[in-house]
């Protein structure tokens, strides 16, 4: 079985641009959860979406912003890119939105802004 | 708010030494506890859990015990392997456990 997938690998943007991440869940979880993890730091928690509906939210300014499809994969969008946003890019995908079922993790978008 | 706390690295060892990260964690009520593992160029992987005060979790020939009483979940493995070098992450669930709240990561490198 294929596990979460995440595109694109790698991204170079310009300060200022708009960038869409997007997921693709293990098949059957329904829930997605999106991290950025700067270099050096722990993953920090940007979403949670299950069924379609936004479950959490941490601690990023409105200019990212996520969504779940009715197939569960799911897109963060980040407007107005900052030197800062760059980072990896993390989505996790579980059967429910309780941390009782276990996050599985893809390998990432590397997002670089210049 | 809940938090965890994890030894700075990187921590470098020969192999089949004894490997010892520490974790110690604030939270209310007794969550769980995990640990997550990360190979250079990879994402996350869950490592071990533990999900009530006293349990043992273990993969792989590594072991944490949760532990109240000093508010602890220290990862450790008997020999470790160049295979194992990668960087280690503990984690607790928190905003009412719908997110990961994560250590700052341990890095560890082991050599020949």
């Known amino acids: 079985d294929a596990g979460v997938t995440q595109s694109p690998t790698h991204l170079i943007k310009t300060r200022g641009q708009h960038v869409t991440l997007r997921c693709s869940p293990i098949s059957g979880h329904k829930s997605v959860s999106w991290y950025q993890q700067v270099l050096g730091q722990g993953p920090q928690f940007i979403f949670q979406y299950y069924e379609k509906e936004e479950r959490g939210r941490g601690n990023f300014p409105d200019r990212f912003s996520a969504r779940q499809f009715p197939n569960y994969s799911s897109e963060l969008n980040v407007n107005a890119l900052l030197l800062g946003d760059s980072a990896l890019y993390l989505c996790?995908?579980?059967?429910?939105?309780?941390?009782?079922?276990?996050?599985?993790f893809g390998p990432g978008t590397r997002l670089t802004v210049t | 708010g809940d938090s965890v706390t994890q030894m700075e690295g990187p921590v470098t060892l020969s192999e089949e030494a004894f490997l010892t990260i520490n974790c110690t964690y604030t939270a209310t009520g007794y969550p769980s506890l995990f640990w997550y593992v990360q190979y250079p160029g990879e994402g996350l992987q869950l490592l071990l859990k533990?999900?009530?005060?006293?349990d043992k979790g273990s993969n792989k020939g590594f072991e944490a015990t949760y532990r109240k009483e000093t508010t602890s979940f220290h990862l450790e493995k008997g020999s470790v392997q160049v295979s194992d070098s990668a960087v280690y992450f503990c984690?607790?669930?928190?905003?009412?456990?719908?997110?990961?709240?994560f250590g700052t990561g341990t890095q560890l490198k082991v050599e020949l």
């Open positions: 996790a995908s579980s059967l429910a939105g309780a941390l009782t079922y276990e996050q599985y």
């Open positions: 533990a999900t009530k005060a006293d």
């Open positions: 984690a607790l669930p928190t905003g009412g456990g719908n997110k990961l709240t």
